[in-house]
């Protein structure tokens, strides 16, 4: 009894050394993960606000910048095949450009609705709603005031396996014209495996639509003025939306096979984009969304950049991805590397719902009611071909 007695007590013994030792390393890994998210100053904007950056940094030495003016990525490095850390997303070498209108959405977070919405106006529960018109007859990313222009609420999750930051962002009843007060809340944690995760999450307390975006300009070569059209893309989906002359699709869902639009074998970007093709010509190359095969959290797409062996994969649950060849860079802007944002010289990769949802019954629906909750998420997954 007394033997017993004794072995009892000394697996007690172990068992709380075990668990003292696992909560000492809990909390000294998530410390770690906190000295891997530095805060800095970015910029003031012409009102006087100001905006603050927030590093993030991985065990490999990867490293994803974020402002709180938008939710702005404005540098991701990634490594190529001989381990130079570069970096590999489109932006603005002044803050000031994020700040006077970002023409090209680079970095941003969209919403409350990415893409397009036709004629800026749908009807819900029976009554019409219109939003703001920012695309000729159209309203795109949300209106000219979309959540890529509001300053979001960020702070470092403490209790995080990886660097992450949680933003929020509470956008009121009738901004640019939508219904309902709506809650949102984003994550990006950069993982130990050069994966960026981004999760979405919104309620509302009024029935409304909702279709949040990531907008980064990607170029894996790492030269900003170098085009993407010799990067090789595959997407996983044997069916696009045609769109008439203002992008909005059709309603019809067309086969890729035989087309330009035939990403199931992986290509380079430019060996069909300047083919005799009425979508390509719509939108002076691609600016389209791909109807993605599967359903649930999967592969979507793969880029890979021979000249640096740099590869980055797409995973979503999202059912569509709209595929943006840089068609309306122009040259405007410096870009991070010396040289302008010239023509295609960078692609987005943006998932989502379909373009013009709410007005179009035969396409997933983007409707969000008060007690549902909106879930989602992407992830950029970075590695090398040697």
Known sequence: MRKTTINLIIIIAVLCIFGCNKKENDQKTQSQHMDNIKVSNYGVTAKGDSIKKYTLTNKNGMKVEVINFGGIITSLTAPDRNGKYED??????????????NPYYFGALIGRYGNRIANAKFTL???TYEIDKNDKPNSLHGGKEGFYTKFWNIEPVKDANFPTLKLTY?????????PGKLFTTVLYTLTDDNSLEISYEATTDKSTVINLTQHSYFNLSGNFTKAVTDHELQINAD???PVNETLIPTGEQKEVKGSPFDFTVSKPIGKDINSDDDQLKKGKGYDHNWILNGNGMRSIAKVYHPGSGRIMEVLTDEPGVQFYSGNFLDGKFDTKTGGKNEFRTGFCLETQHFPDSPNQSSFPSTELKPGQKYQTKTIYKFSVKK
């Open 88 to 101: 590999v997303v489109l932006g603005f070498t002044k803050p000031e450009g994020y700040f006077n209108g």
């Open 125 to 127: 529960e029976g009554k």
């Open 170 to 178: 509470t956008s009121a009843d009738g901004e640019e014209g939508y």
């Open 239 to 241: 069916k696009f939306l």
